[in-house]
């Protein structure tokens, strides 16, 4: 199941049936993300984002409760969780998109920088312009190939054809699309396979050069190929750019990620290197979920 | 356990009849439309044919020359005598001679029907169609041709002759002439402007007779100009045509007042067919003649384009602003909900109503105030404050901007959220987001709401009659002379001509098929202006493939 609407995915969460082990009132672990607790404070070295003691609300719901967490800087961090449990609400505090919606309320701080990205004194625009993003279903804008990469740096207002040639080529290598679009620059982008939309949002992202790109489920609407050219094509991009991926696929997360983190209910419960995460996990709701017993 | 349940076949017939029930309800719908154009484009197109001429001799010596018009059964409850009849309708021309067009004629009293092939067809300038036979050529005393045969020999190339005289005559009229017109008009109100401005005396003085020489210069050119022009007039009417009308009446015309002269009889299919198609082009590009009844209609296509132009250039700025804020911005609640509303209706008011709305507001308040910061040495002749084709075409932009503010919102609503978060991301404004991305992908749904404001303002009537629309306009609002766009001036419309030739005329037989051509111009004129907005949407549509609306 995908859910586009973040606040479906919180009404969601009231209506999956919770296993007997996992009622709220029969977990051993303590709720709270302890300071102490090694199955959520892995070592990072040199993190970019920093989040403490996040909660938030959608009006009266809360979603997501007291995550603490810090995001290693080009590497890969996955959120992985069942429908619902907060993953894309997570990942859309970071850019701040959940502005978007009416009623959402946070408490605690995301650090970017050195800086908290909800301090109401940001400037949004450039935050969002250093923390790019990639969503779950492709979603180009109905003008050129060319148009769409070039988009990010018209409306800074660069307009040298031969900068914004050059952003276009590199952004499209970068994104493994250049040979298959070459020829047909400006033609529609609504014409290309989903697989090549998606990664034209890839490339779109990056001409603009952020330091972090989210990627909110992007392969859940693609072919097996495509998921694997994607996939291939962030093993590249974790060179340059920090990646913080949510999915929905388990074997992506192990297969592509450096960090997991797992979420349920609004909680994170585990968070790892993948490896540790995935073959010994500390947790018992992470090996039921990751060994596939719900979710 | 039994229940009573209705049988599947029983089920299966209430469905296929209820889709053949549907079905019809469409075929009916089809087939009144093709009945409606199959019959406006009939009687519209069959008033470009020329028929043969029936030379008509009745029972008591009387000999009638002309076109058979229409036929009817006249039953007996309807007869003097009681006795049912057959009588058929002619057009007999010469209206100068017999003060009547048209004549009905019982089957009964007719001795003899013939087709003389030299029976002659003249269009004239005034006093509408000339039947009979020509007779002899003049050039004041002096005779040009004394037989029909060289009569007819001589007049073909005349005609032609004469035809570009009298343009000659009206591009002077119109040129030089309408300059000086013009310019005199100007230097009238440069005069009351200086009075108006009331300088100190010898300023005044000075200013006065620098006017007064130039009004003696254009006068002065005028004069001359207005020589030349009574000189042409008088050459363009110098040769006269003897004719001689199925009674034996002899008149003279002056062949300067006659547009085309035929042989109806004598003409082939393939030539008839020529001058049917050199008849639609005249009446498309023409100037109309004898108050509307004859010649063209080209300043009427012109204002309705020039009209529907102009509103489409006001109604979509102003539907689109509105429908971006009211999707975009306006914080959806019970005011955003009361507005729309309020659009909503706004559609299902009276057109009158909204022409009266334009009156008092922009005619009277605006145009007024125009006149009184712009125009005032021209007052109490109204420049703006009175109606023109600018105040039609605002007036109009009101009565469709509900349309197009609906459709546009539609088509802001149908742009995926996940487009916009996409742009967002990016870092760009709500307001790049909106006009940059959003805008576009909604372009096919604004174009949808222009081509249905497109059609209703074409086609309507009700409110232009009270601002700015006329029966004749004597200038199209487009001309050679500065500005060259001229927004006050008044337009005429296909829609009023209609009304106007139908039921207005004084000659409401003649004028009868012109309502039929007409309205399949109007019909043609709309569908040529929508299938231009049709093209201009499904371009932005394949380039936006995949945008919903």
Sequence with gaps: ?295 | MAYETTSHRRREFLGVSFTALCGGALAINLVLIVALLVLIGWQGGRYFWQKDLLQVELADGRSILGEIHSRESVPATHTADGVPLERFQMRAGNRDLTGQDFLWIDERIVARISRPLDAVLLERLEWGNFYGRMVALQRGDEVLAATPEETWRRLAPMLERKESERAAIRSLERGAIGDVNSAIEKLRLAERRVELDDPPAAERERRLAEIRRRVGEREAEYEKLAAELFAKREALLAETLVVEASDGTRKELAVGAVVRALRPNEISALGKLGLYLGRILEFTTGDPRESNTEGGIFPAIFGTVMMVFLMSIAVVPFGVLAAVYLREYAKQGLLVRLVRIAVNNLAGVPSIVFGVFGLGFFVYSIGGTIDQLFYPEALPTPTYGTGGILWGALTLALLTVPVVIVAAEEGLASVPRIVREGSLALGATKFETTFQVVLPAAAPGVLTGLILAMARAAGEVAPLMIVGMVKLAPTLPVDGRFPFVHFERKFMHLGFHIYDVGFQSPNVDATKPLVFATALLLIVVVTAMNLVAITVRNRLRRRFAGSAV
Aim: hydrophobic share 40%; glycine share 6%.
């Design chain 1, 1 to 295: 199941m995908t859910v586009e609407d973040p606040r479906e995915a919180a009404a969601l969460e009231t209506q999956i049936p919770r296993p007997a082990a996992f009622s709220a009132g029969a977990a051993p672990e303590p709720e709270r993300s302890g300071a102490g607790d090694p199955a959520l404070n892995p070592a990072i070295e040199n993190p970019v984002l920093d989040i403490r003691s996040l909660n938030l609300w959608y009006g009266e719901k809360q979603a997501l409760y007291d995550i603490s967490m810090k995001i290693a800087e080009k590497r890969i961090t996955a959120y992985i969780g069942p429908s619902g449990c907060g993953k894309s609400t997570l990942l859309r505090c970071i850019n701040r998109l959940n502005d978007l919606i009416d009623g959402v309320r946070t408490t605690g701080e995301l650090r970017f920088e050195g800086r908290d990205v909800f301090d109401p004194t940001i400037e949004i625009n450039a935050l969002r312009k250093r923390i790019g993003m990639v969503f779950q279903k492709s979603n180009p804008f109905p003008k050129s190939i060319y148009e769409n990469v070039a988009y990010g740096l018209r409306i800074q207002g660069i307009r040298r054809k031969s900068v914004l040639d050059e952003v276009v080529e590199r952004s499209l290598r970068s994104a493994a699309l250049w040979d298959e679009v070459r020829d047909r620059l400006h033609e529609s982008a609504l014409g290309m396979s989903g697989g090549q939309q998606q990664r034209l949002c890839i490339a779109r992202a990056i001409a603009v050069e952020p330091e972090v790109i989210l990627l909110d489920e992007p392969c859940s609407a693609l072919d097996p190929i495509a998921t694997a050219k994607i996939e291939e094509l962030m093993e590249d991009l974790k060179k340059e750019f920090t990646l913080v991926i949510v999915t929905h696929n388990m074997q992506q997360a192990s297969r592509v990620s450096d960090y997991t983190a797992f979420l349920y209910m609004g909680k994170m419960i585990e968070y790892g290197r993948t490896e540790t995460l995935f073959v010994t996990p500390r947790k018992k709701q992470t090996e039921d979920y990751i060994t596939g017993r719900f979710g």
